[in-house]
Nanobody, 122 residues
Framework: QVQLVEAGGGLVQAGGSLRRSCAFS????????VGWFRQAPGKEREFVAV????????YYLESVKGRFTISRDNAKNTGYLQMNSLKPEDTAVYYC???????????????WGQGTQVTVSS
């Protein structure tokens, strides 16, 4: 049984930084891609970033490239999302998810963290 527990997030001023973590429990974490998604009020859940099981491949939403960095530590069974230069438009509930395939669509992911609010004030 796969479970994901998220940490990090909260309130930050524009230009600030936050680090999200996603702790995986289950078997064979290194086989799973880790994706990060976000959902703002009244909007659909959107892809933010994804990293392959080995960590060699990463993909980002265009608007976060150069500001956000996705990473993972397979020895610790944990994925991370470092968010720098945050903007008010980054405000949303952020979720991590894992899947055996790498992808950008939230519908492919079967396992999700609980989600955490990230609020960026102007």
């Amino acid at each position: 049984q796969v479970q994901l527990v998220e940490a990090g997030g909260g309130l930050v001023q524009a230009g600030g930084s936050l680090r999200r973590s996603c702790a995986f429990s289950g078997r064979s974490f290194s086989l799973y891609s880790v994706g990060w998604f976000r959902q703002a009020p009244g909007k659909e859940r959107e892809f933010v970033a994804v990293i392959s099981g080995s960590g060699r491949s990463t993909y980002y939403l265009e608007s976060v490239k150069g500001r956000f960095t996705i990473s993972r530590d397979n020895a610790k069974n944990t994925g991370y999302l470092q968010m720098n230069s945050l903007k008010p438009e980054d405000t949303a509930v952020y979720y991590c998810a894992v899947d055996l395939a790498i992808g950008r669509s939230p519908v492919q992911y079967n396992y999700w963290g609980q989600g955490t609010q990230v609020t960026v004030s102007s």
